[in-house]
């Protein structure tokens, strides 16, 4: 099992498929370069279909209906967008042997990246009121706009309660 702890909330994985990016070898290699990662990318059953879950973990957000937060969403928005694009280009580069076994991706994961599944970018937000997921999840869906059309992606914003229940924090 792959155990952490991001965010103030526990991650515990199936190795064989997940990889924790933000602790492997590779993105400690290349960080330093302007390159961000999300926390991990695991393997996740929904509605009967196996999917790819890049997931990225924040203790808050911005109020995402504030006017007096939007630079600061925007700027928390373009810091997201960046997580993502990275991790996938990290994950890929690995598939295509550039320094796969620092990357340390489970095999199950490997084999569900060589044949794509659905992709979520999903972020999980500690302290989120319920009532701002979906606004959040709304300008993350616009700002991650080009890669869900790229790779036929979902956005989910969830918070705490909703990551337990959907087993994806103990």
Request: proline share 2%; with cysteine; glycine share 2%.
């Amino acid at each position: 099992m792959i155990r952490f702890i991001e965010s103030d909330m526990a991650f515990d994985l199936q190795e064989d498929r997940a990889c924790h990016l933000e602790k492997s070898l590779r993105y400690q290699a290349i960080n330093s370069h302007a390159v961000s990662s999300v926390e991990c990318v695991t393997l996740y059953e929904r509605r009967g279909e196996e999917h790819i879950l890049f997931i990225e973990a924040k203790k808050g957000a911005p109020n995402p209906s504030g006017t007096e937060s939007e630079m600061a969403l925007d700027e928390y928005m373009v810091s997201l967008r960046a997580k993502y694009e990275h991790s996938i280009q990290m994950c890929y580069a690995a598939l295509h042997g550039i320094d796969r076994e620092l990357l340390e991706m489970g095999n199950k994961l490997i084999e569900a990246l060589n044949h794509p599944r659905k992709m979520i970018f999903l972020l999980v937000v500690k302290r989120l009121e319920d009532k701002w997921c979906q606004e959040l999840q709304a300008a993350l869906k616009k700002e991650l706009q080009h890669l869900r059309y790229i790779w036929k992606a979902d956005v989910l914003v969830i918070n705490e309660a909703l990551a337990k229940r959907y087993h994806l924090i103990v």
